[in-house]
């Protein structure tokens, strides 16, 4: 099993800045593929940032040049750091870790709220 917890969400400023950690321990060991979604009221869950076991970075559009995703395999961890925030940005955000293939496992932590205020 893999348990994730996320932490670092709350309020802030339009224009600010909060860091997202996200710490996974469980049973299993290994480098996987995780990453950050997140969920507006009304919205679908959407993923916002994902990192590969072997680095990679993808994001989505709306926040390229704004967020960047990073992990510490040392400490099985996998941050979002999330600048020129915007109310749009307003959601719970949640970690997951991609583990396996055919099918995969897909591993959520609890989430986080990120409120962006105008």
């Known amino acids: 099993q893999v348990q994730l917890v996320e932490s670092g969400g709350g309020l802030v400023q339009a224009g600010g800045s909060l860091r997202l950690s996200c710490a996974a321990s469980?049973?299993?060991?290994?480098?996987?593929?995780m990453g950050w979604y997140r969920q507006a009221p009304g919205k679908q869950r959407e993923l916002v940032a994902a990192?590969?076991?072997?680095?990679?970075?993808n994001y989505r559009d709306s926040v390229k040049g704004r967020f960047t995703i990073s992990r510490d395999n040392a400490k099985k961890s996998v941050y979002l750091q999330m600048n020129s925030l915007q109310p749009e940005d307003t959601a719970v955000y949640y970690c997951?870790?991609?583990?396996?293939?055919?099918?995969?496992?897909?591993?959520w932590g609890q989430g986080t709220q990120v409120t962006v205020s105008s």
């Open positions: 469980g049973s299993i060991f290994g480098i996987f593929d």
């Open positions: 997951n870790a991609k583990v396996g293939s055919l099918p995969p496992k897909y591993y």
């Open positions: 990192i590969t076991s072997g680095g990679s970075t």
